[in-house]
């Protein structure tokens, strides 16, 4: 499979910075989504980016999509201890159901 | 929205032996799937399972090792046999659905079932 590239691998930060993590892929796709993943337990869906969308905003989360570039990145902004987990990018293809997903991005928050 | 449950939670299962992981979803989904995530690493998709058809399998696995059952729109069952401690993974079932609109979708996961084999 197609598996996505993020970069970082990992991340620390203060509490209250802002933490940025990008994501590349390598085929089109119909959507791009960004799931968060505490300690090695079930994923959470954060947000969805459709291949027509540029930008997309959740609370704290924005996420930018580049199709030209294959690229994706995802902003928390006001970083909380609670934000500590790992990220994942994944990406949905034209022609089937199945995401393929990223490396992923381990961000640690520190008090 | 949906709510999938995964049994068991954990396990620690010796060299040889099998263990069935069942998951359940609150609501009727036409397919779920299967992802392993080996220790530090990504999620990897196994295999699709389709009620009333066989699973459809990805590069690198095979029925005979990761037999998977669907024997209705809300349940499934993944079997890993014959376990080497390579299979050491967190296994998840994951299923999606359509909004409203039927122009995107949210995908859902279990909260995995960690195996450690000896």
Redesign the interface.
């Known amino acids: ?1 197609q ?1 996505g590239e993020e970069d970082p691998q990992a991340l620390s930060i203060q509490e209250g910075e802002n933490a940025t993590m990008n994501c590349s892929y390598k085929t089109s796709i119909n ?1 791009l ?1 960004w ?1 968060r993943q505490n300690s ?6 954060l947000i ?1 980016i ?1 291949s027509n969308e540029r930008e997309k905003h959740s609370g704290r989360l924005r996420v930018t999509l580049d199709t030209s570039k294959k690229s994706s990145s995802l902003l928390i902004t006001a970083s909380r201890a609670a934000d500590t987990a790992s990220y ?1 990018c ?1 990406t949905l293809n034209f022609g089937n ?8 991005t381990r961000l640690t928050i520190i008090p | 929205s949906a709510v ?1 449950s995964q049994k068991p939670s954990r396990d620690i299962c010796q060299r040889g032996t099998s263990l069935t992981i069942q998951c359940q979803v609150d609501s009727q989904v036409t ?1 779920m ?1 299967w992802y392993r ?1 080996q220790p530090g ?5 196994i295999a ?1 399972a389709n009620q009333g058809s066989e699973a459809t399998y ?2 690198g696995f095979v029925i005979d090792k990761f037999p998977i059952s669907r024997p209705n729109l809300t349940f499934s069952t993944l079997t890993v046999s014959n376990m080497s401690p390579e299979d050491s993974s ?1 296994y ?1 079932c ?1 299923c ?1 659905l359509w909004d409203l609109t039927g ?10 079932t ?1 195996l450690t084999v000896t």
């Not at chain 1, 159901?97 to 992923?104: A, P, Q, S």
């Open positions: 499979s598996q959507n989504q799931y090695g337990r079930g994923l959470v869906h969805l459709r994942f994944a159901e199945k995401l393929t997903f990223g490396t992923g | 999938i397919m799937f995530q690493q990504s999620l990897t998709l699709t990805e590069s967190i998840l994951s999606f122009s995107s979708y949210e995908q859902y996961f279990g909260p995995g960690r």
